[in-house]
């Protein structure tokens, strides 16, 4: 009888333990979590727009812009790596600007891609190359022995003895391993076996337009990606079919509902995950926020839905997760205990309105340095927020109990398109007590292109609808 006792109580104790291995530990984050600040191993924010991901020796390599809250100068591209596309290591400036020359200082860079050639083994890397302007672009290419670099930078790609003229590219890299270059319009060009040069024009230019070219393929469809041409702006991606890289590429339609502005984000690239029971095509996109890119622009990545030849992505999912072994996606549930605006642990300093969204009651203020702050014991706090076409920028501060700033960010809160989200949520904290504090900044995205055309916000609120806080 007492060994019984026993047998239960050692029991008892190990699922305990492996509970204990798959609780979140401090300092990660444990699902992909779009639109909010992802934090890497020094807890620097992940700077990686225009991104793609190459898997290489089990892990995840993240390529993307790296940029500055003050200019839209080439700040170099940045590589980080990842086991479970949730925790993101910063690894290098995989090409760093360069001392002079095309991507020297105050040039452009943009939409950076790589690829592992299977034929030679080496790492190509494929970028847009610009004046600061916009008024000279074409489409440049640097090589690596090791996949986080150094690269070094050659040049245009040329074809014939020619660059390519165009700005917003991309990368598709198809399953017999040969290359091709994507370029805005949907035109598609196959690249050498060696991947440094052009061989042939596979596809002629589909629209005008179609920027940010995304291409993957399912079986045998091939599904190209674009977005509207409006600078930073989001708008909705629509995409086309094919049966061959040539086409007749057919229209499919938009990428998610109308006017929700591809959940407010533009592509820039999909990544597979196959496993031993479903395929998720995961969509990588940008939530651009300019003119604080470096601080504010964040991603937005969600699982892609088929219905024969057709794809959506019907819901925005604040938080999902993806099985790596057997390739299944799920929405994760955030069980967190929830402070409306009104709680009496709320403080709010300033000029704030209590008022509704679609019967959501929200708090907001536009008086720069208005705050809202919260007192709490936990392990972790997160923000809800009304995303909307007057909002601007929103300071989220985290003190420990001693007053020491433990997390400081700039986070946007500009949607063209009205739209209720998650927008910052801390990593696992310590659990302890620790003051949250959000204040309006009193600035907001707003820009113009090179045709003056003028975009972005049209005003400095900040407007919150929930607090979350795990105990
Ligand atoms: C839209 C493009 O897709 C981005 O890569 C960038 O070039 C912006 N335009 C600049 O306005």
């Given at each position: ?29 444990d ?14 924010v992940v ?81 847009h ?11 440049g ?29 991309g990368?598709?890299?198809d ?127 969600q ?46 300093i ?36 009304a ?13 420990d ?35 949250l504090?959000?204040?309006?900044v ?30």
């Amino acid at each position: 009888m007492k060994e019984h006792r026993l047998t239960i109580v050692i029991f008892t104790f190990l699922l305990l333990q492996s509970a204990n291995v798959f609780a979140q530990q401090v300092g990660k984050t444990d699902a992909i979590y779009s639109g909010l600040p992802w934090y890497d191993q020094s807890g620097k924010v992940v700077s990686a727009h225009g991104a793609n991901i190459v898997q290489e020796n089990g892990k995840f390599y993240l390529f993307g812009e790296a940029h500055s809250d003050t200019s839209n100068a080439f700040a170099g591209f940045n590589c980080y790596s990842s086991k479970d596309l949730y925790n993101w290591k910063f690894e290098s400036i995989a090409l760093p600007v360069q001392k002079s020359g095309k991507l020297g200082p105050n040039r452009i860079g943009e939409r950076v891609k790589v690829m592992k050639n299977p034929f030679s083994g080496e790492f190509v890397m494929f970028m847009h190359v610009d004046t600061l302007g916009y008024k000279d672009q074409f489409v440049g290419y640097a090589t690596a022995k090791n996949i986080a670099g150094p690269y070094q930078f050659k040049g245009p790609l040329l074809f014939k003895g020619k660059q390519i003229k165009k700005w917003d590219m991309g990368t598709f890299q198809d399953d017999d391993g040969t290359g091709y270059l994507l370029t805005h319009g949907g035109m598609i060009h196959q690249l050498s076996k060696d991947y440094k040069s052009i061989i042939a024009e596979i596809n002629p230019a589909i629209t005008t337009g179609f920027e940010s070219p995304t291409l993957f393929r399912k079986a045998n469809t091939y599904y190209f990606i674009g977005s509207h041409l409006t600078s930073w702006e989001k708008n909705d991606n629509y995409y086309y079919t094919a049966k061959a890289l040539s086409g007749p590429w057919t229209a499919g339609g938009l990428l998610a509902p109308k006017d929700k502005l591809t959940w407010n984000s533009q592509a820039t690239f999909v990544l597979k995950i196959r496993g031993t029971k479903d395929t998720t095509f995961i969509f990588m996109g940008d939530r651009w926020s300019f003119p604080k890119q470096l601080s504010s622009a964040t991603y937005v990545w969600q699982p892609i839905k088929f219905k024969g030849d057709s794809i959506f992505i019907p819901q925005y999912l604040n938080a999902w997760t993806v099985d790596l072994n057997t390739g299944t996606a799920n929405p994760k549930s955030i069980i967190h205990k929830t402070f409306l605006p009104g709680d009496q642990k709320i403080i709010l300093i300033g000029n704030w309105k209590n008022s509704t969204i679609d019967s959501i009651p929200i708090t907001r203020s536009d008086e720069t340095k208005a705050s809202l702050s919260f007192d709490f014991n936990g392990k972790q706090i997160g923000l809800y927020v009304a995303l909307l076409p007057d909002n601007g920028y929103a300071k989220v501060e985290i003190r420990d109990k001693k007053g020491n700033i433990i997390i400081n960010n700039i986070i946007d809160l500009y949607s063209k398109s009205p739209m209720l989200q998650l927008a910052f949520l801390s990593p696992m904290l310590p659990k302890s007590d620790y003051k949250l504090t959000v204040s309006v900044v009193g600035e907001r995205p707003n820009w113009s292109d090179k045709r003056k055309s003028l975009y972005g916000s049209t005003g400095n609120n900040i407007t919150i609808a929930k607090l979350i806080i795990q105990e």
